[in-house]
């Protein structure tokens, strides 16, 4: 513990001992009110927009640079994984893509909106209470779209400009090979010849995310010349120890702003309100799924890469 926040504690302890709270209350008050001291300092108060980020009158995203191109599994997986890498390449300029590899009904949170299932999150789901009954059981294609949404919502936050999210309607399935992860990254790296190419891992532990990593390393590997700037974003668990794995890195003048963008991209996954049709509403699917996730993009958090196959 440094010494500023050695002479805070004490100070608390001093200040809980003299109110009464008593010497057992009077540690854990001290440290919960130094940790929220120290966290406030580094992030801004919870709620409130960071005090050194950079919101200017005229939006700072040109996206006019080299594309980046983004390969996203699943719709929360960019914000989780890469937040700190599609937020820096969309205020330096670049032109971010994200293209959507899959369609995301999978997820185990479908059931859990129908209500046969509870969820870690939110417990059980009662729809005819909550006002959504109408719509359930609520199909895989109609569950996709409600993730879409989610994902359409978060990309402005990021920097992302709405023509440069591809949903891929009619080629994404709900899972995906290698053969036609290689065929989709193939046929962006066509469209946009000198773009940087990033994904997924090849080693993370999601069969898609590793799926999409495989392919992107193949191509690089077997025809460098075609594809010859290529990154791999690893997940948080698994970034200290896998192989080639360093801390992603933005530069001091983009942190602050780079990080509340992440913080308000998280809304997107955090909002509740049920539709009206199949083709409406917000249902918190990335907050009953990944909850500890989010939370950990609004700390702040490390991403890792991979930037050699």
């Not at 080299?66 to 032109?95: M, N, S, V, Y």
């Not at 891929?168 to 090979?177: A, N, T, V």
């Not at 946009?192 to 999409?212: F, I, K, V």
């Amino acid at each position: 513990m440094d010494e500023k926040r050695a002479m805070s504690r004490r100070s608390v302890l001093r200040t809980a001992a003299a109110v009464g709270l008593g010497a057992n209350a009077a540690p854990a008050a001290a440290l919960v009110a130094a940790e929220t001291s120290r966290k406030r300092a580094q992030e801004g108060p919870e709620g409130g927009v960071h005090p050194v980020a950079s919101f200017p009158p005229v939006d700072p995203i040109s996206a006019t640079g080299r594309p980046f191109i983004w390969f996203e599994p699943h719709q929360d997986d960019g914000l989780l994984w890469a937040w700190k890498i599609l937020t820096h390449h969309a205020l330096a300029g670049r032109e971010v893509h994200v293209v959507l590899a899959t369609d995301g009904s999978a997820s185990r949170v479908r059931r859990a909106l129908n209500g046969e299932v509870s969820n870690k999150y939110w417990g059980r789901h009662y729809p005819e209470r909550e006002g959504y009954g109408h719509l359930t059981p609520m199909s895989p294609n109609a569950f996709a779209k409600a993730r879409d949404r989610e994902l359409k919502a978060a990309c402005g936050p990021l920097g992302i400009l709405p023509e440069n999210l591809h949903l891929e309607l009619d080629w994404r399935q709900p899972k995906i090979d290698v053969h036609r992860a290689r065929e989709l990254i193939t046929r962006y790296a066509g469209l946009y010849p000198n773009a940087e190419l990033c994904t997924m891992w090849w080693g993370d532990t999601d069969p898609c995310h590793s799926t999409l990593g495989r392919a992107l390393r193949q191509l690089h590997l077997a025809d460098p010349v075609r594809f010859p700037d290529c990154r791999w974003a690893v997940r948080r668990k698994q970034g200290p120890t896998a192989p080639g794995a360093v801390q992603y890195q933005i530069p001091p003048q983009f942190a602050a702003t780079a990080q509340q963008m992440a913080k308000n991209a998280c809304l997107a996954y955090s909002s509740w309100a049920p539709g009206e049709t199949e083709d409406d509403g917000m249902y918190a699917i990335g907050l009953h799924s990944v909850g500890s996730d989010l939370a950990a993009v609004k700390r702040g958090e490390p991403n890792w890469i991979v930037e050699t196959a």
